[in-house]
């Protein structure tokens, strides 16, 4: 990981700024999620992984929205074995009227992804799995102290998941993306760390599924993963007949990493299970789907607006959204056909990412970082010495009675 501040992406502030952030309480359970594009649209569910909450596939949301694809991106909510994720999930999808999904997997969230197409197999329709598995032995037997993790300290709890990343030069955009996803778990309360952990430590695995090979895609990365590759064969070996989309590189998290390409596969595997876009319900996009001209800046806008926009931000949403979405800038890339892109970047050229704004987070914000940073040091600072002025304490006070 980069040194220094971490400093939000351009795009993502953007993201922020335009993409309304709900929860809504269901039972025990609070669901933070995103939820972007035509309603009419039978939505691809994002579910991340350990380290990951809903804000991790901004990019997949922008890209896929503005080609008019309904995504909905979740926090996996606090649940403490299989089965309670599984009710508490249908009862997410009822709250807000979804009954036909597509999921999106990756690492502990394609493990559930496959379990609740075990267990609700009328509702999914198909899947997309990422460095994932099929069985979480390995992972109980590499966690003794399972039986106590509801009872660990936060600081131990997130050193363990930062634990299986990577910590050493890597190229930048992979760079950037464990930058991202640590900035996350620093979000994750202390019960949310012990019971996603739970989750994979409980021994467990996905059973036969009813779901036809042909409707599940693999999209695995071949460089360093957490994800030992033996698992993520198992994977393969369970769905012979599933589509590949092997990346070459992208660490841990190849939809913030190599977003493009991420995005590209599941526009292809949205297209083979037979999702129909609507870009024509898309606001700002013609209702030939083009997209838009990139020439044309997204900044018609006012202040006032803006000011508006930023208050409606990270604030309590009803279950299910208004079906004009605000729109997102349109991309750098042109209309082209799809698959003519996916052998453009099969051949290593490069692809201009989209909303790339100069925006930067301001001077207030960071002083308050640096200030907590701070703050840290010098109570860590204090802790280190407080033996050592104890020791000195007694030791002189033993001279004395000498």
């Given at each position: 990981?980069?040194?220094?501040?971490?400093?939000?992406?351009?795009?993502?502030?953007?993201?922020?700024?335009?993409?309304?952030?709900?929860?809504?309480?269901?039972?025990?359970?609070?669901?933070?999620?995103?939820?972007?594009?035509p309603?009419v649209?039978?939505?691809?569910?994002?579910?991340?992984?350990?380290?990951?909450?809903?804000?991790?596939?901004?990019?997949?949301?922008?890209?896929?929205?503005?080609?008019?694809?309904r995504?909905?991106?979740?926090?996996?909510?606090?649940?403490?074995?299989?089965?309670?994720?599984?009710?508490?999930?249908?009862?997410?999808?009822?709250?807000?009227?979804?009954?036909?999904?597509?999921?999106?997997?990756?690492?502990?969230?394609?493990?559930?992804?496959?379990?609740?197409?075990?267990?609700?197999?009328?509702?999914?329709?198909s899947l997309?799995?990422?460095?994932?598995?099929?069985?979480?032995?390995?992972?109980?037997?590499?966690?003794?102290?399972?039986?106590?993790?509801?009872?660990?300290?936060?600081?131990?709890?997130?050193?363990?998941?930062?634990?299986?990343?990577?910590?050493?030069?890597?190229?930048?955009?992979i760079?950037?993306?464990?930058?991202?996803?640590?900035?996350?778990?620093?979000?994750?309360?202390?019960?949310?760390?012990?019971?996603?952990?739970?989750?994979?430590?409980?021994a467990?695995?996905?059973?036969?599924?009813?779901?036809?090979?042909t409707?599940?895609?693999?999209?695995?990365?071949?460089?360093y993963?957490?994800?030992?590759?033996?698992?993520?064969?198992?994977?393969?070996?369970?769905?012979?007949?599933?589509?590949?989309?092997?990346?070459?590189?992208?660490?841990?998290?190849?939809?913030?990493?190599?977003?493009?390409?991420?995005n590209l596969?599941?526009?292809?595997?949205?297209?083979?299970?037979?999702?129909?876009?609507r870009?024509?319900?898309?606001?700002?996009?013609?209702?030939?789907?083009?997209?838009?001209?990139?020439?044309?800046?997204?900044?018609?806008?006012?202040?006032?607006?803006?000011?508006?926009?930023?208050?409606?931000?990270?604030?309590?949403?009803?279950?299910?959204?208004?079906?004009?979405?605000?729109?997102?800038?349109?991309?750098?890339?042109?209309?082209?056909d799809?698959?003519?892109?996916?052998?453009?970047?099969?051949?290593?050229?490069?692809?201009?990412?989209?909303?790339?704004?100069?925006?930067?987070?301001?001077?207030?914000?960071?002083?308050?970082?640096?200030?907590?940073?701070?703050?840290?040091?010098?109570?860590?600072?204090?802790?280190?010495?407080?033996?050592?002025?104890?020791?000195?304490?007694?030791?002189?006070?033993n001279?004395?009675?000498?």
């Amino acid at each position: 990981m980069k040194g220094g501040v971490f400093s939000a992406p351009g795009d993502y502030i953007y993201f922020k700024s335009q993409v309304p952030l709900h929860k809504i309480p269901i039972g025990s359970k609070q669901w933070r999620y995103y939820d972007f594009g035509p309603k009419v649209v039978p939505p691809l569910i994002c579910l991340p992984g350990i380290a990951g909450t809903a804000d991790v596939y901004y990019k997949q949301i922008m890209s896929l929205s503005i080609k008019g694809y309904r995504v909905i991106s979740v926090d996996i909510p606090r649940a403490w074995n299989n089965h309670e994720w599984i009710q508490a999930f249908e009862k997410f999808l009822d709250a807000i009227d979804v009954h036909h999904i597509h999921l999106y997997g990756t690492a502990l969230g394609g493990f559930l992804a496959q379990l609740f197409a075990q267990h609700r197999p009328r509702r999914v329709r198909s899947l997309v799995l990422s460095n994932t598995f099929v069985e979480t032995t390995s992972f109980s037997a590499a966690m003794p102290w399972a039986p106590i993790v509801s009872w660990a300290p936060s600081f131990i709890l997130k050193r363990h998941v930062l634990s299986g990343i990577r910590d050493s030069p890597q190229e930048p955009f992979i760079a950037d993306s464990v930058d991202f996803v640590v900035s996350q778990v620093e979000t994750l309360s202390r019960e949310d760390l012990a019971s996603r952990l739970t989750l994979t430590a409980d021994a467990a695995s996905v059973g036969p599924l009813i779901l036809p090979d042909t409707s599940i895609t693999l999209m695995d990365t071949n460089d360093y993963c957490a994800t030992p590759q033996s698992l993520k064969d198992q994977v393969s070996e369970r769905y012979p007949g599933a589509r590949r989309a092997y990346l070459k590189s992208g660490g841990d998290f190849p939809f913030l990493s190599r977003p493009d390409e991420v995005n590209l596969h599941l526009q292809l595997h949205l297209r083979r299970v037979a999702v129909e876009a609507r870009p024509d319900l898309v606001p700002g996009v013609p209702k030939d789907g083009s997209g838009g001209s990139s020439k044309e800046p997204n900044n018609g806008r006012g202040d006032a607006d803006d000011s508006s926009e930023n208050d409606k931000r990270d604030s309590e949403a009803p279950s299910t959204a208004e079906s004009a979405d605000p729109p997102l800038a349109p991309e750098a890339t042109g209309s082209h056909d799809l698959d003519n892109q996916l052998l453009k970047l099969s051949d290593n050229k490069s692809v201009i990412p989209p909303l790339q704004n100069a925006l930067l987070c301001d001077k207030q914000s960071l002083l308050l970082v640096l200030r907590a940073l701070l703050s840290i040091t010098c109570e860590f600072f204090i802790l280190n010495m407080l033996p050592l002025y104890l020791g000195n304490c007694t030791l002189t006070e033993n001279v004395a009675a000498m």
